[in-house]
């Protein structure tokens, strides 16, 4: 019975202690108009900070679980910051970019309730193939 209990407890602070330590992405702009990481695969709460290394790009959602209240479009060569409370799956892209395939995934929760609703986004025809790419390695990585 000790050893249950004890079991229990060790088990308790795994489980809490991952909603406690929330962690932090960090993706960079990248000289060849891309994002450093094209699918980011993040927990309920963990945040994703977009560092402008790289001139004249930018961070904006497309897509979530959410589409009504999507993160705000982040300005131009500007940091970006977004905390990801609802779980599911995020498209952005760099505004200047996005038809040049500067388009990325934020995969939360490892949930992809709303997969089918970020595929029927009408894209051109180069961030369409991206996007064909990232979903397959997102679901590789699930
Ligand atoms: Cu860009």
Same mark, same amino acid.
């Given at each position: 019975?000790?050893?249950?209990?004890?079991?229990? =407890?060790?088990?308790?602070?795994?489980?809490?202690?991952?909603?406690?330590?929330?962690?932090?992405?960090?993706?960079?702009?990248?000289?060849?108009?891309?994002?450093?990481?094209?699918?980011?695969?993040?927990?309920?709460?963990?945040?994703?900070?977009? =560092?402008?290394?790289?001139?004249?790009?930018?961070?904006?959602?497309?897509?979530?679980?959410?589409?009504?209240?999507?993160?705000?479009?982040?300005?131009?060569?500007?940091?970006?910051?977004?905390?990801?409370?609802?779980?599911?799956? =995020?498209? =952005?892209?760099?505004?200047?970019?996005?038809?040049?395939?500067?388009?990325?995934?934020?995969?939360?929760?490892?949930?992809?309730?709303?997969?089918?609703?970020?595929?029927?986004?009408?894209?051109?025809?180069?961030?369409?193939?991206?996007?064909?790419?990232?979903?397959?390695?997102?679901?590789?990585?699930?």
């Amino acid at each position: 019975m000790h050893k249950l209990i004890t079991l229990l =407890y060790i088990m308790s602070f795994f489980i809490f202690s991952k909603f406690a330590l929330a962690e932090t992405i960090q993706i960079n702009f990248t000289g060849d108009d891309s994002y450093s990481v094209e699918v980011a695969h993040i927990d309920v709460g963990d945040t994703i900070e977009w =560092y402008p290394v790289d001139e004249g790009h930018n961070v904006e959602f497309l897509a979530g679980p959410m589409m009504n209240s999507l993160p705000e479009k982040s300005k131009l060569n500007a940091f970006n910051s977004v905390i990801f409370k609802i779980p599911g799956v =995020y498209l =952005y892209q760099c505004t200047p970019h996005g038809n040049a395939g500067m388009i990325g995934l934020v995969i939360v929760g490892n949930n992809f309730h709303n997969l089918e609703d970020i595929k029927k986004i009408q894209l051109s025809r180069a961030p369409a193939s991206v996007l064909k790419r990232l979903i397959k390695i997102a679901l590789s990585k699930q």
